[in-house]
């Protein structure tokens, strides 16, 4: 199986563009301008103060996987799972007529890093119960990770208004300083606020955002090696491939079924 070509997330790209889009257009229609709100200084306080938070609430390998996991939102990594099923179950088609060894060789071709180690147990006659546990524990523990590192944007929405009052107060106290020039003290406020804007902006429409569609990305892994798991057990077990069909197509988006958890009401041969 080839490596999925990228395809860029069009509900990411088209979401920020038109939250960008309708922040900007009602300023603009309200008779401001949108250098009011390019303040990098504003930018810079909000910015450091949420990740220096993060890093504080998290460890250091987490925050640079929960940053290495942004890039996934803007990555469609909806799996072709119909073509996942039909390689099983042509596996094992192979593996109940030539036995399960003869897949030796399938296992070093497949670009599914998943499969590829379950086949190989399998491969190598692990028991089949100690076979599911060792897939299921390798799940838990990607999910916790993941898991874990979706919740450092999650976090980093939560910090992030506050560190934008923060910014808020630092540039009022600069007002202060200024109060005998009232023009200076009008567009020092402006100013100010404008940390608060790019706080509430930050957390609301990236931060948190990406945090929900990251989880998202995370339960679908979990879906296709649930599947994997369910497809290579039926493979040891000798079951008939058309049950293996049967029982993985539940995992199909739109299937009629009771879903990934029914289970085939035959476990002939």
């Known amino acids: 199986m080839e490596k999925p070509k990228f395809r860029p997330d069009f509900a990411t790209i088209g979401g920020l563009i038109l939250a960008a889009s309708g ?38 390998p987490v925050v640079i996987g929960g940053l290495k996991r942004f890039g996934h939102i803007f990555h469609d990594g909806s799996a072709d799972l119909q073509q996942l099923v039909d390689q099983i179950v042509e596996l094992a088609g192979k593996a109940r007529k030539q036995g399960i060894v003869s897949l030796e060789g399938d296992m070093n071709d497949t670009a599914e890093p998943f499969l590829k180690k379950a086949l190989g147990l399998a491969v190598d006659g692990t028991d089949l119960q100690e076979l599911r546990r060792m897939l299921e524990l390798q799940i838990d523990q990607d999910e916790h990770h993941a898991d874990q590192e979706a919740k450092v944007w999650e976090s980093a929405g939560g910090y992030s ?51 929900a569609k990251i989880k998202s ?49 035959g476990g002939g041969a």
Do not use: C, W
């Open 23 to 60: 922040i900007l257009g009602g300023l603009l229609l309200e008779g401001g301008a949108i250098r009011d709100v390019l303040q990098y200084t504003a930018a810079i306080i909000v910015v450091g103060g949420t990740f220096g938070a993060v890093m504080i609430n998290f460890p250091l």
């Open 217 to 265: 990305r995370i339960q679908n892994e979990v879906q296709r090696k649930e599947l994997i798991l369910e497809g290579v057990s039926a493979m040891v077990e000798g079951l008939n491939p058309k049950l293996i069909q049967v029982k993985l197509e539940a995992y199909l988006p739109g299937h009629a079924g009771n879903g990934p958890a029914a289970k085939p009401a």
């Open 161 to 211: 208004p506050t560190i934008g009052i923060i910014g808020a107060v630092m540039g009022l106290i600069q007002v202060m300083k200024n109060l005998a020039n009232i023009e200076e003290v009008g567009h020092g406020i402006a100013v100010a606020f404008v940390a608060t804007v790019y706080g509430v902006a930050f957390s609301n429409i990236l931060f948190l955002p990406a945090s």
